[in-house]
Nanobody, 122 residues
Framework: QVQLVESGGGLVQAGDSLRLSCAAS????????AAWFRQTPGKEREFVTT????????QIADSVKGRFSISRDMSKNTVFLQMNNLRPDDSAVYYC???????????????WGQGTQVTVSA
């Protein structure tokens, strides 16, 4: 069983940077798939980025390409989402996820964090 706990959300201004953290516990995180999704009221969860531990392949949404990146601290078993040059339309609840199959669909992932709110003002 894997548990994911997120932190790092907050209120920032457009152009600022923010780093979200997702701490995994219960099982070793590698070689699982790590991913980030986001969700706004009334919409389904939207793919942001994902990373495969075994082959190092990254997929990233066009809307955040060049601004967001995913990484992991091996010693702390924690996944990060580094968000730079934030825009107001980046505002959402951000969720980390884990699974065994690479996918951009939220319902293909097995484990989820509780979500953390990111609000970007103009």
């Amino acid at each position: 069983q894997v548990q994911l706990v997120e932190s790092g959300g907050g209120l920032v201004q457009a152009g600022d940077s923010l780093r979200l953290s997702c701490a995994a516990s219960g099982r070793t995180f590698s070689p699982k798939i790590a991913a980030w999704f986001r969700q706004t009221p009334g919409k389904e969860r939207e793919f942001v980025t994902t990373f495969t531990w075994d082959v190092g392949y990254t997929q990233i949404a066009d809307s955040v390409k060049g601004r967001f990146s995913i990484s992991r601290d091996m010693s702390k078993n924690t996944v990060f989402l580094q968000m730079n040059n934030l825009r107001p339309d980046d505002s959402a609840v951000y969720y980390c996820a884990a699974g065994t199959t690479l996918s951009i669909k939220w319902n293909d992932y097995n484990y989820w964090g509780q979500g953390t709110q990111v609000t970007v003002s103009a």
